[in-house]
């Protein structure tokens, strides 16, 4: 069962990328070209004001509900991504010794701190897509954001590092 988990978990956060992707193509716009992104980083209510605006309902397309319900599939992403990225990290942690070991151990503990703050994230969305923004509430937005990006980054990049790490001892061997 144990072995498991790091599968269920990849494919759980692959699914839920194609998931989010098809929830959240019509927020693609030319003044949010990276669509719910944009929303992420807006960082003031100017910012948050030009992603609200762009999204208002028009035509019978209301990218408001698409954004809310793109970050309500969100919080489900975020289980399966921080809890991957922790097993992952934890595994080659066990799987090499020294302080890339250590340092695994700390950027596994990160990958579920970025999960939560993807929530406080998320949250914050919440909040602007409800028509409740305010320069604090972006300003925290845009702050859990990036740190939780900086944090799933680096688990990404030890998970990556430590792939090569491990495929070069066994080549060594």
């Not at 992403?77 to 080659?92: E, M, V």
């Amino acid at each position: 069962m144990k072995k498991l988990l790091l599968p269920v978990f990849l494919i759980g956060s692959i699914a839920m990328i194609f998931v989010m992707a098809k929830t959240g193509a019509t927020l693609k716009t030319p003044a949010t070209p990276h669509g719910i992104l944009d929303l992420e980083i807006a960082y003031n209510t100017a910012k948050t004001s030009v992603v609200m605006n762009e999204w208002a309902p028009v035509n019978g397309l209301n990218n408001i509900t698409a954004a809310k319900t793109n970050t309500w599939f969100d919080f489900l992403f975020l289980f399966f991504y921080s809890i991957f990225l922790f097993l992952a990290c934890k595994r080659i942690a066990q799987s090499i010794n020294g302080p890339f070991a250590r340092a695994g151990n700390i950027i596994a503990t990160g990958a579920l701190l970025a999960g939560f703050l993807d929530v406080l994230e998320n949250s914050g969305m919440l909040i602007s897509l409800g028509g409740h923004s305010s320069g604090i509430v972006s300003f925290l937005t845009t702050f859990f954001s990036v740190i939780k990006w900086a944090l799933a980054l680096l688990a990404v990049l030890y998970l990556l590092t430590g792939l090569l790490v491990l495929g070069w001892q066994k080549m060594k061997k």
